[in-house]
């Protein structure tokens, strides 16, 4: 059972350009959790999706973020005209429902530098 | 809107010490806590969570925590700290989606 997985674990761009990170979950887990998490903070929630449906975006995902799950499985968060304040650590996670009780599993995280 | 508080932002202990990382949480129902670890530049680690039943739950690496419902708390113990335990430690509410949240997060060091 491989854990969480996600590409690149580090990106450089420059402000105005697209980004997008790549999230690979557990297999068989059907939610699926990006987070960002900013320098010596918890990391905050962004979107979530239940197998390929999106069932909830954070205020903090503005119009620049796109997050997709086309089969349920993947997911892709792109972020679109890049800002110097979109630098931080983007995470994912990943569970399997079973009623309330849902444990999250994190993946390494890629940390995005905005120049 | 539930919330984490993690008084301690950094606490420095020497290897072979005890240890105490303590966590508040305010949520109107009844509580999913958890704790994770974070080393460096890592994502982060389960270590232990509490969902119901017994208030004293253990989790990896020796850890263990207590949740007390009259103090809305859930602090982390370890009776032995090891040099490798240095990381982040954050503690988080459940159940899910925007209802989940982190706290800040304690930084524990550990001294030689």
């Known amino acids: 059972d491989t854990g969480v997985s996600q590409n690149p674990r580090h990106k450089i761009t420059k402000r105005g350009q697209n980004v997008t990170f790549r999230c690979d979950p557990i297999?068989?887990?059907?939610?699926l959790y990006w987070y960002r998490q900013t320098l010596g903070q918890g990391p905050e929630f962004l979107t979530y999706?239940?197998?390929?449906?999106?069932?909830?975006k954070s205020r903090l995902l503005s119009d620049r973020f796109s997050a997709e799950r086309p089969k349920g499985s993947f997911s892709t968060l792109e972020i679109q005209r890049t800002e110097q304040g979109d630098s931080a650590m983007y995470l994912c996670?990943?569970?399997?429902?079973?009623?309330?009780?849902?444990?999250?599993?994190f993946g390494p995280g890629t940390r995005l530098l905005v120049l | 809107a539930q919330s984490v508080t993690q008084p301690d932002i950094h606490i420095t202990v020497s290897e072979g010490a005890s240890l105490e990382l303590r966590c508040n949480y305010s949520?109107?129902?009844?509580?999913?806590l958890f704790w994770y670890v974070q080393s460096p530049g890592q994502g982060l680690q389960l270590l232990l969570k509490?969902?119901?039943?017994?208030?004293l739950v253990q989790g990896i690496k020796g850890f263990e925590a207590e949740f007390k419902r009259s103090q809305s708390s859930f602090n982390l113990r370890k009776p032995s700290v090891h040099w490798s335990d240095a990381a982040e430690y954050f503690c988080?509410?459940?159940?899910?989606?925007?209802?989940?949240?982190f706290g800040p997060g304690t930084r524990l060091s550990v001294l030689p």
């Open positions: 996670a990943s569970s399997l429902t079973s009623g309330w009780k849902e444990t999250q599993y």
């Open positions: 297999s068989e887990h059907n939610r």
């Open positions: 999706f239940q197998n390929e449906a999106q069932l909830e």
């Open positions: 949520y109107g129902a009844t509580p999913y």
């Open positions: 509490y969902f119901s039943g017994d208030t």
């Open positions: 988080a509410v459940g159940p899910y989606g925007q209802n989940f949240v």
